[in-house]
């Protein structure tokens, strides 16, 4: 079944970003020979990011000028960004500028998906959104070797033991990367595990 997916990059104290909204601190940390954002959109059908992500990308890949830029990184995979500014567009990039219903985006970006996986890119203001609606399932974070003690935070919701349950850990160059469903399918993975622990005969 396709999944909802939140995968990021964030500082040891839960940063994505520093306080001047800059990604330069995580450039610098060693990604080693891996490839695994390649792995992970590899399955994705759809995808969204804030207003703020897409500025930042815009500028950062110089994609007004260098299109080429997107497509290399993208291709035709479908983007919807949540703004309420006039954002110029990627040109011939397959991009939707929305405002509104995230509910109602997301139901779009399933269909658009063809049963592929949707990637949330952030920022965790969009991203909780969806959590405050139920509607991820999953988050990876690559937890690079860097505290920034501010900047803009990972996920504004508040999500509790009984919120996530750990399926994934990797270690790739000087990053951890940290898989944990999230929500019902937390819940129900945990509901499963613990049936499993009491069908296992005491040994005492």
């Known amino acids: ?26 450039f610098e940390v060693d990604e080693g020979t891996a490839n695994p954002f390649g792995e992970f959109f ?23 000028e260098e299109p080429e830029n997107w497509h290399d990184m993208y291709g ?3 983007c919807w960004v949540f703004t309420h500014r006039d954002l110029p567009p990627v040109p011939d990039a397959n991009v939707f500028m929305i405002s509104g219903d995230v ?17 949330l890119a952030g920022g965790g203001n969009l991203v909780s959104q969806f959590v ?19 900047g803009a935070p990972l996920l504004r919701s508040k999500l509790l033991m009984d919120d996530l ?3 994934g850990v990797r270690e790739v160059g000087q990053f951890a990367y940290l898989t944990y469903a999230v929500g019902d ?3 129900m993975g945990r509901h499963l595990a613990s049936e499993a622990v009491t069908r296992i005969p005491s040994l005492g």
């Open 185 to 187: 399918v937390a819940r």
């Open 76 to 78: 035709d995979v479908p």
């Open 103 to 119: 509910r109602r985006v997301h139901e779009a970006m399933l269909v658009a998906a063809q049963g592929k996986n949707v990637w």
């Open 132 to 150: 405050d609606l139920g509607l991820l399932d999953e988050i990876i974070l690559g937890i690079a070797p860097a505290i920034l003690g501010e």
């Open 1 to 26: 079944m396709a999944k909802t997916q939140y995968y990021t990059a964030t500082s040891i104290d839960g940063f994505t970003a520093d306080k001047s909204n800059s990604l330069d601190w995580l």
């Open 42 to 64: 590899a399955g994705i059908g759809a995808f969204a990011m804030g207003a703020t992500t897409y500025e930042w990308v815009l500028k950062n890949d110089n994609l007004l």
């Open 165 to 167: 349950i750990l399926t």
